[in-house]
């Protein structure tokens, strides 16, 4: 069976800079696979290749035995993929709720018309569906509108009493947890989270490791990019380190914490400090 995603070769230059260099992963069905490594490592320039963000120099991304190099981000998100960004990224006048809900926009059916690519009529059939509401689209909507509450009540008492709040008034934390939401309501073959528990403290960070858990327990594939090392040693089935943009350890947790390679590259990074020191 071909892996959910393979990643080969990839590679991003900026000038004489190669901030990704030559990187291969692949991420199987239900696997939880963490990117670690120094800042700078080049870890979301990796996920931004391949979630169509950028564009490699060279190398190919392949998802369920497709080429999506290149792929722009909205078609890759009809695809099943979703992602979160390392600095959160939510609509601050909408609620939490109707955050979550933007995150299912390519599962919409009954709302989409089928008029045979008539010139000008989408744009009007979009409206009168708007207005009139037949009650095929009513009862995607109160579906969609149900699963999101589902997806929010993961958050406990984080999210579920603020569904109405709009996203300006929440925490950083919360706005993390938010964004989160609305990558899972996509309802993602595979989930991408970068630095999700960022700006969290030891108690926010324990409650999204849990989270986590459980979406790895329902079988939800996930690419991972974290600097708590705990954390990753925790959840990870695989752990692939990047250093100076390329890969330099790939394999289980604990092989991975025990790699003199590993060891250099955090305690060489003055930036990492003591905490890598700890972790690894």
């Known amino acids: 069976m071909p892996s959910l995603l393979e990643v080969s070769g990839l590679t991003r230059r900026f000038g004489g800079l190669k901030a990704v260099d030559g990187v291969d992963l692949t991420l199987n069905e239900g ?163 970068d630095e999700p528990t960022a700006g969290m403290n030891e108690s926010e960070t324990a409650e999204m490791l849990e989270i986590i858990r459980g979406l790895k327990s329902r079988g939800q594939s996930i690419l991972l990019i974290e600097h708590k090392l705990d954390l990753v040693m925790q959840l990870s089935d695989r752990v692939i380190v990047l250093d100076d943009g390329r890969k330099i350890a790939e394999g289980k947790p604990e092989a991975v914490r025990n790699d003199p390679a590993v060891i250099e590259a955090y305690l060489g990074h003055r930036h990492v400090g003591g905490q890598a020191a700890v972790a690894v």
């Open 31 to 193: 696997e939880l696979v963490s990117v670690i490594g120094p800042n700078g490592a080049g870890k979301t320039t990796l996920f931004n290749l391949v979630t169509g963000l950028d564009q490699p120099d060279e190398g190919k991304v392949r998802f369920e035995d497709t080429d999506i190099t290149g792929w722009p981000a909205q078609k890759l998100a009809a695809r099943g993929l979703a992602r979160t960004f390392q600095h959160g990224r939510v609509f601050a006048n909408l609620s939490v709720l109707d955050n979550v809900l933007l995150g299912a926009h390519t599962r919409l059916q009954a709302a989409k018309p089928r008029l045979g690519g008539v010139p000008g009529v989408g744009a009007l059939a979009e409206l009168a569906l708007a207005l009139v509401q037949p009650p095929a689209v009513a009862r995607e909507e109160q579906r969609l509108r149900d699963e999101a509450l589902e997806i929010i009540a993961l958050f406990g008492q984080r999210l579920a009493p603020r569904v109405d709040h709009p996203a300006y008034s929440l925490s950083y934390a919360n706005r993390r947890r938010v964004e989160i939401a609305r990558a899972l309501a996509l309802k993602p073959r595979l989930l991408l989270l």
